[in-house]
């Protein structure tokens, strides 16, 4: 009897910025058959957006070339498939850097690049208004029209069938804009498996297997209070790989001899991350039940997972958009002890004087005290009277930039002209920076049509 | 009995524009109705009063021995908006773990629940 035939698939990026060494550890340290990379968050379109307005060529996460440089060798030479959202707002970019980079030329048609188009509403958005598509804000309710001149970006996130659709095609590398952080682990296990697209249970399980893994080492032992003193050798930390079975169960794991440490808690506290309704995480492939989602230790760093349910999607997909929404600066000064949050209320109490006499006019300013309850508030209790130091850390937000900037130049004169021993300014002053602001929505999934490419 | 939510739960914490998803997760599996029990939305709500500006709403999730609460209004404005230092939320998760509840003294005996520390002549609320 042959063993059940399991898929191997790798994360190797949670987020633009992650370890720059994952991809490689995760293709050289053990067998895997995909590698997931996720490099787009919520705002980072907008970011990828500004980089294209300012060159037609860029609008992708350049990061993704020295990872594909990295495992380049994994993929052509042992034919393991990578699956990336990359591309940002310019995918046909990004596969062009990519084949054109040393070992991109050389690999020839070794090298079958897929490229998932459509996500892009920006081109569409007043035909789509026009037609009757308000975008309203998911969280407000306010129609798109209130900010449509300020829109930067705005991408549907697509599901699991252009990805595989680029699978099927031969395509070794696919690379795609917006689409959903688990249809990137979703798509290769629908692919491989030959999953249908109304079988839910099953896409509901490969949804809950990215969500696990989309946010790399965070199920892995990263950023796990249980038992966080004593999760071995996170230097080394071991990123998940999920080894999936035809039938939806699957495993999630890490390879030998890294560091970290898998564990039902550590998978556990990764699903309940950003979960929303449980009943409903709904994604453009499928609703997936996670309050039907079991799990089971396997052995060391091994973490079945099981019993996963889902239902029909919902007509609609999610529409990310981004605006610009004014300017804000942050500013810091460290004030030590004796009486170290005394002096630097003292000094918040200057600075907003000040502030008032100039006639800044602000739609927000905050103050916290950072080791005196900036994160917990009132539920710390009161601070200490021995803190050895304090920052005062103040931030405004509104639609002028010059009041903004005004702000950043009152920060550094407190240092000799407010109150006593004050240090931490060799930052300089404060970063004006221009506010991206999220905005949700909702469309009706005909008029979204996904395609693929190969190039 | 006092108990203090940290020493019987850990959690984890993220955004979702301007709210909070905070899901705490039993230390033992055994220790779960207690939190399904005791650690209700009004009992959180009242928590964070102050903090947030928003509902609470509660999920049960028995099979991870779980609950998951979105504390709505909690990030000044959230995302990029925010001025707070902890704009996505990712440490909301141990101040709900501040929370102390008071478990009849025969379920705590029987779960071997551990005591709050320091709290146990304090004067109750």
């Known amino acids: ?455 | 009995m006092r108990v203090r939510l940290l020493d019987i739960a850990h959690a984890r914490s993220g955004d979702k524009g301007d709210t909070a998803n905070v899901g705490i997760l039993a230390l033992r599996p055994e220790w779960y109705e207690v939190l399904a029990q005791y650690v209700t939305r009004d009992r959180v709500a009242a928590h964070f009063s102050g903090l947030i500006t928003g509902d609470v709403v509660r999920f049960e999730l028995p099979n991870l021995g779980a609950l998951n609460f979105l504390l709505h209004g909690a990030l000044d404005g959230g995302g990029t908006l925010s001025l707070k230092t902890d704009a996505q939320g990712k440490v909301v998760s141990t101040a709900l773990l501040r929370m102390v509840i008071d478990v009849p003294d025969d379920l705590a005996a029987r779960l071997h629940l551990p005591p709050a520390p320091g709290l146990q002549s304090a004067t109750r609320r």
Request: hydrophobic share 40%; charged share 20%.
């Open chain 1, 1 to 455: 009897m042959t063993a059940p035939r399991v898929v191997r698939v790798a994360s190797g990026q949670g987020f633009w910025g992650d370890w720059l060494d994952a991809p490689r550890r995760q293709v050289t340290g053990g067998p895997v058959d995909y590698l997931m990379l996720d490099y787009l968050a919520e705002v980072t379109m907008s970011i990828l957006q500004k980089q294209k307005e300012r060159d037609p060529s860029l609008g992708y996460a350049r990061d993704f070339l020295g990872a594909v440089e990295s495992v380049l060798p994994a993929v052509t030479g042992r034919g393991v498939r990578v699956v990336a959202n990359a591309g940002g707002v310019n995918p046909q970019a990004c596969a062009a850097a990519v084949r054109a980079l040393p070992g991109g030329k050389e690999a020839g048609p070794a090298l079958r690049i897929g490229v998932v188009l459509g996500d892009d509403l920006l081109p569409r958005l007043d035909e789509l208004i026009a037609a009757g598509h308000p975008l309203a804000n998911m969280e407000t309710g306010e129609p798109l029209a209130t900010v449509r001149d300020r829109v930067l970006s705005a991408n549907a996130y697509l599901g699991s069938a252009p990805i595989v659709e680029a699978l099927a095609g031969g395509a070794n590398i696919v690379i795609t804009g917006r689409s959903t952080d688990t249809a990137l682990t979703m798509a290769p296990l629908r692919h491989e498996f030959g999953w249908a697209a109304d079988d839910y249970n099953r896409l509901a399980a490969g949804i809950v297997a990215g969500h696990i893994i989309e946010c790399g080492a965070q199920c892995s032992g990263g950023n796990c209070l249980y038992d966080w003193r004593d999760i071995p050798d996170l230097g080394e930390v071991g990123y998940p790989i999920v080894e999936a079975s035809a039938d939806g169960t699957f495993v999630v794991t890490k390879h030998p001899g890294t560091g970290g440490r898998v564990s039902t808690q550590s998978v556990a506290e990764q699903l309940v991350y950003e979960m929303g309704d449980p009943h409903a995480y709904i994604t453009p492939d499928v609703i997936a039940d996670f309050t039907t989602i079991r799990l089971a230790a396997d052995g060391a760093d091994r973490v079945r997972v099981y019993g996963i349910e889902g239902r029909p999607a919902t007509p609609s997909l999610k529409v990310s958009i981004a605006y610009r929404a004014g300017y804000k600066a942050v500013g810091t000064l460290v004030y030590a002890w004796p009486d170290a949050f005394d002096k630097a209320q003292l000094a918040d109490r200057v600075l907003r004087e000040r502030l008032d006499r100039l006639g800044l006019r602000f739609d927000r300013i905050l103050t916290e005290f950072v080791g005196a309850g900036a994160t917990h508030g009132a539920l710390a209790g009161p601070p200490s009277e021995d803190l050895p130091e304090v920052q005062l850390r103040v931030g405004v937000r509104g639609n002028s930039r010059a009041d903004v900037e005004r702000f950043t130049r009152e920060i550094a004169p407190l240092v000799l002209n407010g109150p006593p021993s004050v240090t931490g300014f060799a930052g300089g002053r404060p970063k004006v920076e221009e506010v991206v602001a999220y905005w949700p929505a909702l469309i009706d999934k005909r008029v979204v049509q996904p395609s693929v490419t190969f190039q």
